[in-house]
């Protein structure tokens, strides 16, 4: 069987690197990756990192690009890819550009899709914009759901698509935890990390930030920056923000916290180091759905700065929290957690009902006919 596994930003990346591995191991299976290049160097550190070499390389970022330049070039380029394999079945991941015209492709050549991370809703189309319309495109086409949680199961089951779907977690906790485990192994690696960032004091908690969301650019960015702002007068809080490259994120974002004290905003980091800042943080401040399942199998706090989300189950948990992007309620919110030792103590349990580390396995079950194991998550409230 030929599986051509599609993927184009570094977290598609990092969520598929497990399932890479484990596709090129498997005898059954012919694996070969295309990968778009949306992010290119940031896409290249965590190829580098898992040993992961494209067969295809498409290489479709420009300058400026629209989202529907972006789709037109991918739908090109993929199908012309198509043609060449004729692979058996094709596999994205999530919510990108890249995924939904990836599927669409395989769609109208009649390839079967396999979506991992299938099934999560908000409901709003404008929220999270376009993902949430990305997404639902990919399910709609697929016919193996390869769902993270029982949620999203059941959502795929209400919208009544037709195809099969598998509760398998989410392979981003496999590979956080091989990277955790990497880390925690290797005291030469870990003085390496430490030693990127000489700036952090012992004395001081760490406060990590992640925000490049587009429905929040403009009013949603100043808010969020101003919010960063007045935390950044407390001098017992280090605010570190690796800041995206779009220059909506990054205009409001130096304009404001550039040369506050304490204030550390640097470049988008690797994912090795990224991992080791989320062991040291005391509270995750972000709006990324990848940090919002990572962060809790640390047992590391997250609040969101959106007003929805389409991974519901960690605030039925309790370990993360929708704040939005208003300036008072972020700066309420983290000042609770680092001031009120109870409410951080109920929110830092490490309780995870995004996976288990097996994920991978699960998902290669699926594709090889083998009995399926389903993921079920601990329950709320042990």
């Known amino acids: 069987m ?10 598609e990346a990092i969520k598929m690197a497990p399932l890479v591995k484990a596709l090129k191991d498997e005898p059954a299976i012919r694996s070969l990756v295309c990968v778009t290049g949306q992010h290119r160097e940031m896409l290249k550190q965590v190829l580098q990192l898992f040993g992961i070499v494209p067969d295809f390389d498409l290489s479709l970022m ?56 299938a099934g ?47 509760v398998t977690g ?15 192994r290797d005291t030469d690696l870990r003085s390496s990390l430490a030693a990127q960032f000489p700036f952090l004091e012992a004395n001081r908690r760490l406060l990590l930030v992640t925000g490049h969301r587009r429905e929040s650019f403009g009013d949603g960015f100043a808010a969020i920056c101003a919010a960063l702002r007045r935390l950044s007068q407390r001098p017992d809080l280090d605010i570190v923000y690796p800041v995206h490259l779009n220059p909506n994120v990054r205009e409001p974002v130096l304009g404001t916290l550039a040369n506050r004290p304490r204030v550390h905003l640097i470049d988008p980091l690797d ?84 996976g288990d580390g097996h994920a991978t396995e699960r998902i290669m079950a699926a594709l090889v006919g083998r009995r399926v194991e389903e993921f079920v998550a601990p329950p709320i409230g042990n």
């Open 2 to 11: 030929n599986i051509l596994t599609v993927f184009g930003t570094r977290p």
């Open 62 to 117: 420009v300058p400026n690009q629209t989202l529907n330049a972006l789709s037109a070039r991918a739908l090109g380029a993929l199908d012309a890819v198509l043609d060449e394999l004729r692979p058996d079945r094709m596999l994205v991941h999530g919510d990108t550009t890249t995924a939904m015209a990836a599927s669409l492709a395989a769609f109208h050549r009649r390839i079967p899709v396999g979506h991992v991370e």
């Open 120 to 166: 999560l809703r908000t409901y709003d189309l404008s929220r999270p914009w376009p993902e949430e319309m990305n997404r639902r495109v990919v399910d709609v086409v697929s016919d193996l759901l390869l769902a993270p949680t029982a949620g999203a199961k059941a959502n795929l089951e209400n919208e009544r698509l037709g195809g099969r779907i598998v």
């Open 170 to 184: 989410n392979t981003v906790i496999d590979a956080l935890l091989a990277i955790t485990a990497l880390i925690d």
């Open 271 to 354: 994912y090795l180091p990224f991992v080791y800042l989320m062991q040291r943080a005391c509270i995750v401040l972000t709006d990324s759905g990848g940090v919002q399942e990572e962060a809790p199998s640390l047992g590391k706090p997250v609040l969101v700065m959106r007003d929805v989300t389409e991974r519901p189950e960690a605030v039925a948990a309790r370990t993360v929290r929708l704040v939005g992007t208003s300036e008072e309620q972020i700066v309420a919110s983290v000042t609770e957690l680092l001031d009120d030792q109870a409410a951080y103590n109920d929110v830092s349990r490490r309780l995870n009902p995004y």
